[in-house]
């Protein structure tokens, strides 16, 4: 038996690990997004400055939801702010 490692598609931040990717495009973590929040960023702006997640181009093909990182960004931002 054969076993893959597949990107994990999430819906809801709080069940994924610190090591888990929030940005696919620029492979930002959790842990990392969570770190400038609690550095002082609370909007997704500041969270582009600080760590360059939501700033790729190849959301489609990379992130495993299909789309932008900036709604799991967000609701970091809700939890941790
Ligand atoms: S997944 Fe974050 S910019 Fe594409």
Same mark, same amino acid.
């Given at each position: 038996?054969?076993?893959?490692?597949?990107?994990?598609?999430?819906?809801?931040?709080? %069940?994924?690990?610190?090591?888990?990717?929030? =940005?696919?495009?620029?492979?930002?973590? /959790?842990?990392?997004?969570?770190?400038? *929040? +609690?550095?002082?960023?609370?909007?997704?702006?500041?969270?582009?400055?600080? %760590?360059?997640?939501?700033?790729?181009?190849? =959301?489609?093909?990379?992130?495993?939801? /299909?789309?932008?990182?900036?709604?799991? *960004? +967000?609701?970091?931002?809700?939890?941790?702010?």
């Amino acid at each position: 038996m054969q076993f893959f490692t597949q990107p994990k598609r999430y819906d809801d931040v709080t %069940t994924l690990s610190n090591e888990d990717l929030i =940005c696919y495009c620029v492979e930002v973590d /959790k842990k990392s997004i969570v770190e400038a *929040i +609690k550095k002082g960023a609370s909007t997704l702006k500041a969270i582009k400055e600080a %760590t360059a997640a939501c700033t790729g181009n190849e =959301c489609a093909r990379k992130n495993p939801n /299909k789309r932008c990182c900036s709604k799991e *960004i +967000k609701q970091l931002i809700e939890l941790y702010a």
